[in-house]
């Protein structure tokens, strides 16, 4: 397994960077923006020997497939040909699927958007991988078998929420096999979106002990990204290490 940070902006990116991680998981949500930073992403990136993964941004209307083909398709490809670019291979990516709560009709149309960016994806080179907010397993299990390159991020921190068990136990048990990547944070559980509190490792009620030890159990050897700010990485690595 491979622990990496993530980097909100340029000044993150350096101190993921000073503290020796191998990656920064970096925002990559506004192409323009991408494109003034480029040069020093580019100088970052070899500077201090990492590499990057992406983090793309949130829909622009989640419950409304025809905004996300005029609006966030256009951008998420042109996002996707930046990722290249810049030599990213994997990305995460918010794309609500909620079967429990989505509008009649939905769900469908979504998969369709969503096989269409996995594919640009492929073509790219960058694996895309669709994190989970408010989905449980079967929610997901809709996509990934419609879509047989889509992989996913498994934010275990999300999955304490609007749940009386953490869902990352039916995830891995589930659909394991799709899992390319996790995003590790503690909170205290809660069904608001401010009780996302993105605390370091064992300030919260989160198991980790038990879900890191079922996830290296069923052999999981990819990237964790740390999405706690810089100053709380060192000891949240050492609470990841502790059961990897």
């Excluded at 640009?120 to 907010?133: D, F, K, Q, R, S």
């Excluded at 999300?158 to 503690?186: C, G, M, P, W, Y």
């Excluded at 989160?206 to 990485?233: C, F, H, Q």
Aim: proline share 5%.
């Amino acid at each position: 397994m491979i622990i990496g940070g993530r980097a909100h902006n340029l000044k993150q990116i350096r101190e993921v960077g000073e503290l020796g991680y191998p990656y920064a998981e970096i925002d990559v949500r506004d192409p323009e923006e991408v494109r003034k930073q480029f040069a020093e992403l580019v100088e970052l990136r070899e500077r201090y020997g990492m590499f990057y993964l992406a983090h793309y941004p949130n829909e622009d209307n989640p419950v409304d497939a025809g905004v996300l083909r005029e609006r966030f398709v256009p951008k998420m490809k042109e996002l996707l040909d930046l990722s290249r670019d810049l030599g990213i291979e994997k990305g995460t990516i918010h794309f609500w699927i909620d079967k429990r709560w989505a509008p009649p009709g939905l769900v469908p149309k979504k998969i369709e958007l969503l096989s269409e960016l996995v594919a640009h994806a492929t073509g790219n080179g960058v694996v895309l991988c669709i994190e989970n907010l408010t989905e449980r397993y079967d929610s997901f299990s809709v996509a990934f078998d419609a879509v047989s390159d889509l992989r996913m991020t498994l934010d275990i921190g999300h999955a304490q929420l609007l749940s009386s068990e953490n869902t990352s136990f039916n995830f891995i048990k589930h659909r394991f096999e799709r899992i390319a990547h996790v995003h590790v944070h503690d909170n205290r559980g809660g069904k608001t979106v401010k009780d996302d509190l993105h605390l370091a490792l064992g300030e919260g009620i989160v198991d980790y002990p038990a879900i890191l030890t079922r996830l290296r159990e069923k052999g999981y050897a990819s990237t964790i990204t740390m999405e706690v700010i810089p100053d709380d990485m060192p000891r949240t690595r050492a609470e990841v290490e502790r059961y990897i």
